[in-house]
């Protein structure tokens, strides 16, 4: 199991007068996954992770360095950097002619592609130059609902938020980085690593 600093997370809610339940609560996550994740059997998801690191505002290394991920060693395999995130979690796709490649972390696919974070100036400057790792999709991954994704809207536009259904048939809500009600989508898939 991982090596969690849990003490670091006890002082950061002590400071805020938060309870793990309460914590838990404003994650929008179960009391019982908190408590194993900080407890290190239960390894920290990214989304959960930028969620505390905003929650408290502390750069997410810090986040998780403390949650004890270690980053894994490098296969010196590369794939595509397909986009950069900018001001609004909005993304700018390359061109087809673009040939930006990063190495790929261990455990994903040779399919595998990135994006980057170019936030220098945004206020998601906490995040400039991170490398974002996922699989591209043609359709909206059952494992994105709840989780932080690359989502593409009808009509074109592509995005980085936290996925949740909607309350019609067919659309999500979205939230921050980029934030939408009652949106469809023609595809969304987890950002599955960051690396940063």
Not at 15 to 30: D, I, P, Q, V, W
Not at 34 to 49: N, T, V
Request: charged letters at 20%; hydrophobic letters at 40%; glycine letters at 8%.
């Amino acid at each position: 199991m991982a090596s969690v600093d849990k003490q670091y997370f006890l002082d950061l809610m002590a400071a805020r007068k938060l309870s793990m339940r309460g914590l838990a609560t404003k994650m929008g996550m179960n009391h019982s996954q908190l408590s194993l994740s900080l407890s290190g059997k239960r390894r920290m998801q990214l989304d959960e992770a930028a969620a505390l690191s905003e929650m408290f505002g502390v750069p997410l290394h810090d986040i998780v360095v403390a949650a004890g991920i270690e980053s894994k060693p490098s296969t010196g395999k590369r794939v595509s950097v397909l986009g950069y995130v900018g001001n609004g979690g909005v993304v700018t796709m390359h061109a087809k002619d673009t040939r930006e490649r990063t190495e790929v972390p261990c455990a994903l696919p040779d399919h595998a592609a990135a994006i980057q974070f170019r936030t220098a100036d945004t206020p998601l400057s906490w995040m400039d130059a991170w490398v974002a790792f996922y699989i591209p999709r043609e359709n909206v991954a059952p494992e994105c609902i709840g989780r932080f994704s690359l989502c593409q809207l009808d009509g074109g536009r592509v995005v980085v938020a936290t996925v949740k259904r909607g309350y019609q048939d067919g659309t999500y809500a979205l939230s921050g980085p980029y934030t939408a009600s009652s949106v469809e989508l023609d595809w969304a898939t987890p950002l599955l690593f960051c690396r940063f």
